[in-house]
């Protein structure tokens, strides 16, 4: 759909709305609008080779026993809140 039809698709049903709707609405945009925040730095991209290389890196720390089991992950998210 062009942008132009579904501006005017929102503009039609914009009046449609009560305050607290718009209010609702207005924060959704805004909460759009702030990922998109051109001030972070977006991920480097990386090269297959340095993929495969994070991969066989954590694969020997999974090998040497550094990682949580499941039940020991709930915990810790647990915590977060």
Known sequence: ???ISLDNEIKK???QLDSDEKQ???FVIKSFL???????????RHSIEQYNKEL???MAR??????YTHE???KI?????
């Open 1 to 3: 759909m062009p942008t």
């Open 13 to 15: 049903y914009l009046p």
């Open 24 to 26: 609702s609405l207005l």
């Open 34 to 44: 702030k990922k998109k925040d051109h001030t972070t730095p977006k991920p480097q």
């Open 56 to 58: 066989d890196e954590a």
């Open 62 to 67: 999974m090998d040497a026993g550094e990682f």
């Open 72 to 74: 020991e992950a709930e």
């Open 77 to 81: 998210a647990k915590t977060w809140f």
